[in-house]
């Protein structure tokens, strides 16, 4: 059984508590935790925003600036384009898994309920299910322009990051395999992925139209994880990660506050409803998870995290709350004004441990 350390535990196992946490409250830190801000103190942040912070990031799109992070409406691709080379230590990003669910006419279709990519899980409990892309109705061809997608983007990132920074990106079981292939294609290093565990309402169903006949088959698991890939833009010929490391103040990752190293499966729970009301985007990620992944992001505590398809801004409200610069971009003028007023509140969020323990017990485990 996989066990979250609860406040009073002799020693901190996992980060977000910390991140989570005043220290005050949970009184349990045993090293100091130099750069974190704590959701207590972002107001104070957000009291003094700098028009000025980042600004190189805004060129001349919509932008603005929230605590440490700026937003910009625009196309990723075009402002990959136009921002300096290796400018950016990292990328924290939950992109549009199969492409074209966000495309304006997928949007409409999930908007009036008239199917396309976007359709309602079953209802297996008496609960309206909100809508989920489903990834296998991709055909050939759409599975090709994924692949262009990823390629291209993966290009454009690695020279944009620096020489060892490193990527975070987002996918689920099914289509992972395909974005993964595709960013390695892009030039990108793949270090492995961090598991998400989190009960998904994907797979798990008896064969379609045949549920009497073989009640006894589901034609896939029930997922239970979301795979987020590591990647990473390679090191210099011959460079060691301690020379990337001071050169370029990347190459490797930041340690728990506690000092051990980072781990690739997080225990977590399906966005909470109070995040969800905060910001009511199809796609949005739990500050829980966010905030420890943007956390070692940045080995040296230090630099800026790009997140590239920043929706309602979950990453940026995560790297807020502790403290990190980042810069988000948007396509989806909506989108763009909704995380205006969701980073501020999403960075405030002060989730409990034990809350999330037992959401996870109830959701995983029971
Ligand atoms: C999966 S959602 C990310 C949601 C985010 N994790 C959150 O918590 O709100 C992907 C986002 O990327 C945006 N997007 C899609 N293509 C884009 C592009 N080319 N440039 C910028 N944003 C894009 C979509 O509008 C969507 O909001």
């Known amino acids: 059984m996989v066990s979250i350390p ?19 409250a949970s009184g349990i830190i045993t090293s100091p935790v130099p750069s974190a801000l704590t959701p207590r103190e972002v107001p104070l942040a957000l009291a003094q925003p700098k028009p000025e912070h980042l600004a190189e990031f805004a060129l001349d799109y919509p932008s603005k600036v929230i605590g440490r992070a700026r937003i910009v409406q625009a196309d990723c691709f075009g402002w990959l384009r136009r921002i300096p080379d290796r400018s950016l230590h990292a990328i924290v990003t939950d992109p549009p898994y199969g492409v074209k669910e966000y495309e304006l006419d997928q949007l409409e279709k999930r908007a009036s309920g008239k199917g396309g990519i976007w359709r309602i899980p079953p209802d297996f409990d008496g609960h309206q299910r909100a809508p989920l892309p489903r990834f296998t109705a991709l055909n050939d061809q759409e599975r090709e322009v994924l692949r262009e997608f990823f390629t291209e983007w993966a290009k454009l990132v690695n020279a944009k990051l620096r020489p060892g920074g490193h990527v975070f990106i987002a996918s689920n079981a099914f289509i992972c395999l395909l974005v993964f292939a595709s960013l390695a294609a892009g030039g990108l290093e793949f270090r492995g992925q961090v598991m998400r565990q989190v009960r998904t309402l994907r797979g798990g169903d008896r064969p379609k139209n045949a549920e009497q006949e073989f009640p006894d088959v589901s034609s896939m698991p029930r997922g239970c994880y979301e795979p987020w890939g590591i990647f990473r833009r390679p090191l210099e010929p011959g460079m060691t990660v301690s020379e990337c490391l001071r050169q370029y103040e990347t190459g490797g990752l930041r340690r728990r506050p506690d000092g051990k190293p980072f781990s690739d499966v997080i225990p977590c729970t399906r966005t909470p409803q109070s995040e969800r009301d905060i910001a009511n985007h199809p796609s949005l990620k739990p500050q829980f998870f966010l905030r420890q992944i943007a956390w070692v992001a940045l080995p040296l505590g230090r630099g800026l995290i790009a997140d590239t398809f920043m929706g309602s801004g979950s990453t940026l409200a995560g790297a807020n709350a502790i403290g990190y610069d980042s810069v988000g971009v948007e396509r989806h003028p909506d989108y763009y004004q909704m995380a205006g007023k969701a980073i501020p509140r999403l960075a405030a969020v002060d989730f409990e441990g034990e809350r999330q323990q037992s959401l996870f017990e109830a959701e995983i485990l029971g």
Do not use: F, Y
């Open 6 to 24: 609860k406040p009073g535990d002799a020693l901190l196992t996992c980060p977000c508590l910390v991140l989570g946490h005043s220290r005050a």
